[in-house]
């Protein structure tokens, strides 16, 4: 796959990224000794992040549910993909209502290369890889077109993503664009990691990880996580 073998070019084994310290925290072999070694001085300020994070991809599975039984949804734009694991967006979607369409966004090189993994859609629906990074909504929505009908609802998908872009990088703003290119009907599904929770722990256990990150993270009070919505 020459997109694959372009993307192992691109890695950066020896900085961590989010991503992959994700993908070790819930469990997956897809990570480097930088990564596993900013999870574990993570994990010794903050343990309580472990649980958290095997949470966060649980509720990513019941908010699919309920937006493609419930709520009718049949396109889902997933940004801040992560690796593949078990019940991605697409496999519970299309479980669900096998005609629902996926568009997932993520800018590791590590996940372009097992995007394979993420376009095994049901023979109803649709599912499509964009190598691209949320600070460039503009390039995420016109790539998106190709598989998604923006005149139609569409599930905006930003769990365990938006941390990732700092305050000057206009967080709120990005968001704004992204859900003026949805029209009516369509849902927006945030999740994001708390500065007012356990404020002494996470102040610190974010610090350090911010050492070892390529691109650090912002954790955010519930007021600024609000403006989101």
Not at 91 to 102: F, M
Not at 133 to 160: S, W
Request: proline share 6%; hydrophobic share 45%.
């Amino acid at each position: 796959d020459p997109s694959g073998a372009e993307a192992i070019a691109r890695l950066d084994t020896g900085a961590a990224h989010i991503a992959r310290v994700y993908d070790y925290c819930l469990g997956g072999k897809d990570n480097f000794a930088a990564d596993r070694e900013a999870a574990e001085e993570f994990l010794k300020v903050m343990p309580g992040i472990l649980p958290a994070v095997r949470e966060a991809r649980a509720f990513l599975v019941r908010v699919v549910r309920f937006l493609a039984i419930e709520a009718g949804i049949r396109q889902f734009l997933d940004v801040g993909t992560g690796l593949p694991t078990a019940n991605n967006t697409h496999e519970t979607a299309q479980r669900a209502a096998p005609d629902s369409r996926i568009v997932y966004v993520d800018n590791d090189p590590l996940v372009l290369a097992h995007a394979r993994a993420l376009l095994a859609s049901s023979a109803q629906g649709k599912t499509a890889y964009l190598d691209a990074d949320l600070r460039d909504p503009g390039a995420i929505l016109d790539q998106a077109a190709e598989t998604l009908d923006f005149a139609r609802p569409v599930a905006v998908m930003l769990v365990g993503v938006l941390h990732c872009v700092p305050d000057d990088g206009d967080p709120w703003g990005i968001v704004k664009r992204v859900m003026d290119a949805v029209p009516s009907g369509s849902y927006l599904v945030v999740g994001h990691p708390a500065s007012d929770v356990q404020v002494t722990e996470a102040a610190t256990a974010t610090a350090g990880l911010n050492t070892r990150l390529a691109d650090p993270v912002t954790f955010r009070p519930r007021d600024q996580g609000a403006r989101f919505l």
